[in-house]
């Protein structure tokens, strides 16, 4: 499948992005397309394909401080990663060894310490239009 998708991007002339919460589910997903697909993440083999992350990470954690003028993300806006989702980060760690560089220290500290956030924390126009010229960043 993440050929094919590829393979429908290239004859588009589009370039891949994903966007994900910020949570190990999301981030092994990407991993997954990056690696080509899980049996390629999970062996390490293949060609890794052009997929750029626009999940949430730590631009998003600083863009949400900035817009409320607080210097950590709200603890109402966070969910804590129960022990199951915390072993599935460690899996993640290891099957993802550039997911720091990936999504910023300040993110993958959030999810070192027990917790999550997930899109549907930011809602409104203000995140789609941050989204917007992201994407357009992505596409430029």
Request: charge should be positive; proline fraction near 4%.
């Amino acid at each position: 499948m993440a050929r094919t998708v590829h393979a429908h991007a290239e004859a588009l002339g589009a370039r891949l992005a994903f966007f994900g919460d910020l949570d190990p589910q999301a981030l092994h997903s990407f991993a997954a397309l990056r690696a080509g697909g899980r049996r390629a993440l999970l062996r390490g083999t293949g060609k890794p394909l052009p997929v750029t992350w626009l999940g949430l990470d730590s631009r998003w954690l600083e863009w949400i401080c900035r817009g409320l003028n607080v210097d950590d993300v709200p603890v109402g806006m966070t969910i804590r990663l129960g022990w199951l989702d915390q072993e599935y980060w460690q899996l993640v760690k290891r099957l993802v060894p550039d997911v720091r560089r990936l999504i910023g220290a300040r993110a993958y500290n959030m999810l070192d310490r027990g917790t999550k956030l997930e899109v549907d924390a930011l809602r409104g126009r203000p995140f789609l239009e941050e989204l917007g010229k992201r994407l357009a960043g992505v596409h430029a």
